[in-house]
T-cell receptor, first 109, second 113 residues
Framework: GQNIDQPTEMTATEGAIVQINCTYQ??????LFWYQQHAGEAPTFLSY??LDGLEEKGRFSSFLSRSKGYSYLLLKELQMKDSASYLC??????????WGAGTKLIIKP | EAQVTQNPRYLITVTGKKLTVTCSQN?????MSWYRQDPGLGLRQIYY???????DKGDVPEGYKVSRKEKRNFPLILESPSPNQTSLYFC????????????FGQGTRLTVV
């Protein structure tokens, strides 16, 4: 079956760095997405990786290793507004998105 | 402003009473989909549409219907809602399926009693 695994919850301190991991097993691979979702709100797009390596976008970076079925989202200089759930999603061989359950990130002052 | 609009935002209904959740996008996107989100589970796709008059089942289609008569609208229909359909529903649209970001509506929190 298809499976996306991410930690359920993580805690970090304001100003620090946090890495949220995502491992996947899917039938085919056409890219991996990260979305941010604040409580009670819609998910919003953060990043897309289809080739191995690191994609940097401001305070957020996303890394992909296709051979390992692994990705991470790196958040630097954490701010209180970064408290949210982070969703990993893989586009499979039919270009359908398979979603992880999300990682709830709690930022403490 | 580019957006996906869902209505209503909140709905409480009784078992068996037909309801429709509307979804409209103003970005001329071809691909639209419906998801439900339940605690501890990822977003699960209910139905999707690649274009007008083209719809297909997602992972959890039972108890739901959709239609795509025009490009901008993709309503979700629950003919006979049941309590296990109590959930948070999201409509999403994207330009296509290959590597394009999805834009989500604000969500509809549905409670079936």
């Amino acid at each position: 079956g298809q499976n996306i695994d991410q930690p359920t919850e993580m805690t970090a301190t304001e100003g620090a760095i946090v890495q949220i991991n995502c491992t996947y097993q899917t039938s085919g691979f056409n890219g991996l997405f990260w979305y941010q979702q604040h409580a009670g709100e819609a998910p919003t797009f953060l990043s897309y990786n289809v080739l191995d390596g690191l994609e940097e976008k401001g305070r957020f970076s996303s890394f992909l290793s296709r051979s390992k079925g692994y990705s991470y989202l790196l958040l630097k200089e954490l701010q209180m507004k970064d408290s949210a759930s982070y969703l990993c999603a893989v586009s499979d061989s039919n270009y359908q998105l398979i979603w992880g359950a999300g990682t709830k990130l709690i930022i403490k002052p | 402003e580019a957006q996906v609009t869902q209505n209503p935002r909140y709905l409480i209904t009784v078992t068996g009473k037909k309801l429709t959740v509307t979804c409209s996008q103003n970005m001329n996107h071809e691909y639209m989909s419906w998801y439900r989100q339940d605690p501890g589970l990822g977003l699960r796709q209910i139905y999707y549409s690649m274009n007008v008059e083209v719809t297909d089942k997602g992972d959890v289609p039972e108890g739901y219907k959709v239609s795509r008569k025009e490009k901008r609208n993709f309503p979700l229909i629950l003919e006979s809602p049941s309590p296990n359909q109590t959930s948070l529903y999201f409509c999403a649209s994207s330009k296509g399926v290959e590597g394009t970001e999805a834009f989500f509506g604000q969500g509809t929190r549905l409670t079936v009693v």
